[in-house]
């Protein structure tokens, strides 16, 4: 395309890019998004967020169909998986999704710019489009959206096929028989589910001695016993020191993290999530003043503004967690900043859910956090299995955690696994959001029969007064 001139240029479509350049659009300015990919949406719609909760919903569905109708009494026969159909349904979810935000953009009046952008200085984006040929974009604000990347792990390489990362886990011809999970968190646990419920015999490696790094360890420690009670194998402590393919399959190198003889673990297939890292290769920030911080992430104030003039950093390549609607948050504030308006986030509020069944949910600050900052603190707790409406649903693993200040009873932190434990943090994540305490929550009507009552009485129980337990 022709060199053109806007008001704000946004490097990157995922969730962060695109709120950025739609809100500033709406704001009433001329704003363009570069995107190297052919769809817009970024990793979480193509292959993050979108496409793995399509096949957690379609996999929940045929595990459902197979192990629990019975109790209802609806007799069915054993189900028959249709892998293709599956992985069909999935990417149409995903068409529809990005094709929604291309429509967003053309209702905005937001410029797609198809290519691979990088800074040129003094307020210019240069962008290589896929021909090869180069244009040269500007604007006096510029905003670095570029998300992140699967984190390598030495030793082991990815091939997309036998060894691989989400990306490549989205989309296996076949279910494998064995697959080794590398990492307990988000993204493991829930891949790892997906293709347990499809018959694969998963075990998930974790060098820590827990699962769910980050979060509240009571939780994460339910959560295991739970997955594990589904089928899923643990061996939390280990190390993975190489991986090596083969015609059996993928053998994998393991030690104790704490020291000890080396072991080997043989595999159909192996998923690396040991986590992700930002992904600024090709932009060239040092060129531009674009300062990093220790942890390779770009360096930004209060206001997303990075070391050089006109330059705004957001969503996984800035501190903070690397989620969705975190960065979509930040994208949304970046641009109304940079339009004169002076918005807030709350970082205490950002939830975080894992979207395995049951999912967990989380919000605020975790029990160890309160301990290790010395705040004297309160907790509540619920479990499902004294929820009426659980029990109807015949879901009652799990429990509600509210932590609250001991003097003031206002909510620090929340945490819920159990059935729809994303859609119930939402409750716990505006109280905090509202400065609300536990009473608050106590004293608010909640529905009967619902899950909610659940959240409800465990608020009730940070004052030793819950009525169903």
């Known amino acids: 395309m022709a060199d053109q001139a806007f008001d704000v240029i946004?490097?990157?479509?995922?969730?962060?890019?695109?709120?950025?350049?739609?809100?500033?659009?709406?704001?009433?300015?001329?704003?363009?998004?570069?995107?190297?990919?052919?769809?817009?949406?970024?990793?979480?719609?193509?292959?993050?967020?979108?496409?793995?909760?399509?096949?957690?919903?379609?996999?929940?569905?045929f595990e459902e169909a197979g192990h629990a109708l019975a109790q209802h009494g609806i007799a069915v026969a054993a189900p028959k998986l249709d892998l293709s159909q599956m992985l069909a349904r999935k990417d149409k979810v995903v068409q529809d999704n990005v094709n929604g935000v291309a429509f967003l953009f053309r209702k905005n009046k937001v410029t797609w710019v198809q290519g691979e952008g990088r800074l040129g200085g003094s307020g210019t984006v240069l962008v290589k489009g896929a021909d090869g040929a180069e244009s040269k974009l500007t604007a006096p604000h510029i905003i670095i959206a570029t998300g992140?990347?699967?984190?390598?792990?030495?030793?082991?390489?990815?091939?997309?096929?036998?060894?691989?990362t989400s990306t490549g886990a989205l989309?296996?011809?076949?279910?494998?028989?064995?697959?080794?999970?590398i990492g307990a968190g988000y993204i493991g646990l829930e891949m790892g589910t997906v293709w347990r419920r499809l018959g694969t015999e998963v075990t998930v490696i974790e060098v820590l001695d827990r699962i769910l790094p980050g979060m509240d360890s009571e939780i994460a420690t339910q959560a295991q016993r739970i997955l594990k009670k589904q089928g899923m194998n643990f061996r939390l402590g280990t190390k993975v020191t190489e991986a090596k393919k083969g015609k059996a399959g993928v053998a994998l190198g393991l030690t104790s993290a704490a020291g000890g003889a080396a072991e080997s673990l043989t595999v159909d297939v192996v998923l690396v999530a040991i986590g992700r890292r930002p992904l600024t290769r090709g932009l060239d920030l040092e060129k531009a003043g674009v300062k990093l911080d220790e942890r390779g992430r770009i360096a930004i104030d209060h206001n997303f503004r990075t070391s050089a003039a006109g330059i705004y950093a957001i969503g996984d390549v800035v501190v903070g967690p690397m989620l969705a609607h975190k960065a979509e948050d930040e994208g949304a504030a970046c641009a109304e900043?940079?339009?004169?308006?002076?918005?807030?986030?709350?970082?205490d509020a950002i939830p975080g859910v894992v979207y395995t069944w049951p999912e967990i949910g989380s919000v605020g600050k975790t029990e160890e956090q309160l301990k290790a900052a010395g705040v004297a603190y309160k907790v509540g707790k619920f479990p499902f299995s004294a929820n009426g409406r659980a029990r109807a649903m015949a879901a009652t693993d799990g429990q509600v955690k509210i932590l609250a200040d001991a003097a003031t009873d206002r909510i620090l932190g929340a945490h819920i696994i159990g059935p729809d434990a994303g859609t119930l943090i939402q409750e716990l994540v505006l109280a905090i959001e509202f400065g609300a305490?536990?009473?608050?929550?106590?004293?608010?009507?909640?529905?009967?029969?619902?899950?909610?009552?659940?959240?409800r009485e465990a608020a009730l129980a940070v004052a030793g007064r819950a009525i169903h337990i």
Not at 337 to 347: F, L, R, S, T
């Open 10 to 61: 946004v490097i990157g479509g995922g969730p962060g890019g695109y709120v950025a350049a739609i809100r500033a659009a709406q704001l009433g300015l001329k704003a363009a998004c570069v995107e190297k990919l052919p769809t817009l949406g970024g990793t979480c719609l193509n292959v993050g967020c979108i496409p793995s909760k399509a096949l957690l919903q379609s996999s929940e569905v």
């Open 437 to 455: 305490s536990a009473e608050d929550i106590a004293r608010t009507s909640h529905a009967h029969p619902t899950l909610t009552e659940a959240v």
């Open 337 to 347: 900043i940079i339009a004169g308006q002076k918005p807030e986030i709350n970082y």
């Open 148 to 164: 992140s990347e699967t984190m390598p792990l030495p030793g082991v390489e990815i091939d997309e096929e036998k060894i691989v």
């Open 171 to 181: 989309k296996l011809p076949a279910v494998p028989k064995t697959m080794a999970v």
